[in-house]
């Protein structure tokens, strides 16, 4: 069987700016570039940690600089554009069946948005308690 | 006779999963440390609490499967923006090397970094 050979009209490098959907469509592609930051930041922080606790205060008054806020405000749009999008897409992705009766979209979607209220809810209580 | 099976199943499975944990856990950790202390709206914890927090059995191992997933989630989804975004599908294999070897050689530093907090 030989391949295939059909024409693929050229598409342009902005494809993504000529509709909405599409431009929602990359950003949210580019939200993976962000939550990669996130781990280097984590790590940053961690190692501070682990070192002592002038290593702790230079990475909190490092934290403050005004870029690294603006990056850090930025990327938490995109990781927040991430969790919506992400939890949008639960209910389509997962059917859950309780005996005939499958499990409603919005009540899957709901549990969702549920547990990222508990497990934020957790996290900020461990580390302001 | 061999059988080639494609990675992808699996690769999926952990962009999916770091997916879900990276929207789980990041908002709130970032718009701690990276808004709300540098900002003032809330005051950090001290160095011994977080220190002891950090080097909790627990927290080691949510942080280090958030940082691997986060990654493996990263280079998953990066790899499909440069080959939609930018067109680049056609050098799908350095792409492919530089986006898992990213994954690969981060989770070794975040393994490293965490065990050095203990």
Known sequence: MSAQRLYRPPVSLTWWLRKPSYLVFVLRELSSVFIAWFVVYLLMLVYAVGSDPAAYRDFLDLSANPALVVLNVIALAFVVLHAVTWFGLAPKAMVIRLGALRVPPG?????????????????????LR | MTTKRSPEPLLWLLFSSGGMVAAMLVPVLLFLFGVAFPLGWLSPPDHAYLASVVSHPITLLVLFGLCVLALFHWAHRFRYTLYDGLQLKKHRVPITILCYGGAVAGSIVAALVLLRAI
């Open chain 1, 107 to 127: 009540v899957i979607l709901a549990a969702h948005y549920a547990a990222w209220l508990v497990v934020s809810a957790v996290v900020a209580w461990v580390v």
